[in-house]
Nanobody
Framework: QVQLVESGGGPVQAGGSLRLSCAASGRALSMYATGWFRQAPGKERAFVAAISRNGGSTTYADSVKGRFTISRDNARNTVTLQIDSLTPEETAVYYC????????????????????WGQGTQVTVSS
């Protein structure tokens, strides 16, 4: 069982940046692929970015490519999402999720592929 806790959200102005963290406990995160998703008010949860368990593979939603960067520090059991150039439309609750334990070094985009979820961290972007 993996417990995930997100942090780093908050209010930010359009064009600003935030650094979201996902801290894992209970298992070594090195055996788990991890992803970030977001859910805006009134909308379905959407994929943002994902990283393989060893960090060798990453994938991003088209809308965030070039602005968001996912990375991981398995020694610290954390996955980080650097988000830059935010727009008000990206106001949402951001969730991290993990899948595993795995041998595969794939990154996954579908939320149905993930086993464990955090409670989310609110990002509010003002214009």
């Amino acid at each position: 069982q993996v417990q995930l806790v997100e942090s780093g959200g908050g209010p930010v102005q359009a064009g600003g940046s935030l650094r979201l963290s996902c801290a894992a406990s209970g298992r070594a995160l090195s055996m788990y692929a991890t992803g970030w998703f977001r859910q805006a008010p009134g909308k379905e949860r959407a994929f943002v970015a994902a990283i393989s368990r060893n960090g060798g593979s990453t994938t991003y939603a088209d809308s965030v490519k070039g602005r968001f960067t996912i990375s991981r520090d398995n020694a610290r059991n954390t996955v980080t999402l650097q988000i830059d150039s935010l727009t008000p439309e990206e106001t949402a609750v951001y969730y991290c999720a993990s899948r595993g334990p795995l041998i595969s070094t794939s990154a996954y985009q579908r939320d149905s592929e993930y086993d464990y979820w955090g409670q989310g961290t609110q990002v509010t972007v003002s214009s």
